[in-house]
């Protein structure tokens, strides 16, 4: 990467850009709503279980102009969710100003484990015992979604439940390759435990993007 395109990477005029696609939205508090989604590339957070590891390295995705993707967005959506990767890796702040400005709500699905930048109308953290959110990340959470891959991760979903806000939704999602056993699990906390609420990955269920 020459020295300009990484200035402009840095101040986050353009990204590495994975991907980018129009579809409906499977996981969380908005599940089964109409959002444009912007994947980023770069992560180091190292989820064993990750289902998108091709976006780890972001050297493999081209730097791409924040306008545009916006440019495309407008073209499909009034909805935006960026997510990674790890989005909060690059500065969030150029992208989200432009969206805001053409109307287009803001979503970010992030590990928190990153500083906080960006305008966001919804804020989704999903903390990974690998790399622990930043505190104010736990301040901005509207939605708290935690993977649930053994019994033991309910544990560590209750010590990130202590740390956001009162106004945070709290879901739990069994992840995919353990949803026969794990969703049962969550079935049963949930039930003792209802201040939690049940996200599926209904996207693939439904063999959508």
Not at 63 to 86: C, F, M, Q, R, Y
């Amino acid at each position: 990467m020459d020295k300009k395109t990484q200035d402009l990477v840095d101040k986050g005029i353009m990204l590495p850009l994975m991907e980018e696609f129009y579809t409906i939205q499977g996981e969380g508090c908005h599940t089964g709503t109409a959002a444009y989604f912007i994947r980023v590339g770069g992560c180091d957070v190292g989820c064993h279980w990750c289902d998108v590891k091709e976006s780890w390295n972001a050297d493999l995705h081209p730097p791409t102009l924040a306008d545009t993707i916006v440019s495309n967005v407008k073209k499909h959506a009034n909805t935006v969710v960026i997510t990674g990767g790890e989005p909060l890796m690059w500065s969030m702040d150029y992208i989200t100003n432009l969206l805001k400005e053409n109307h287009i709500k803001t979503h970010i699905e992030t590990s928190g484990a990153y500083s906080f930048s960006g305008k966001w109308d919804w804020f989704c953290l999903s903390p990974k015992k690998t790399k622990l959110p930043l505190q104010e990340n736990y301040r901005e959470a509207d939605e708290l979604k935690m993977i649930i891959h053994n019994k033991s991760d309910f544990d560590f979903a209750e010590q990130q439940a202590d740390k956001v806000g009162k106004k945070c939704q709290l879901f739990l999602q069994p992840e995919w390759s353990k949803k026969e056993k794990m969703t049962e699990e969550i079935v049963n906390y949930v039930m003792k435990n209802p201040k939690w609420k049940i996200s599926l990955q209904t996207h693939k269920y439904l063999n959508i993007p």
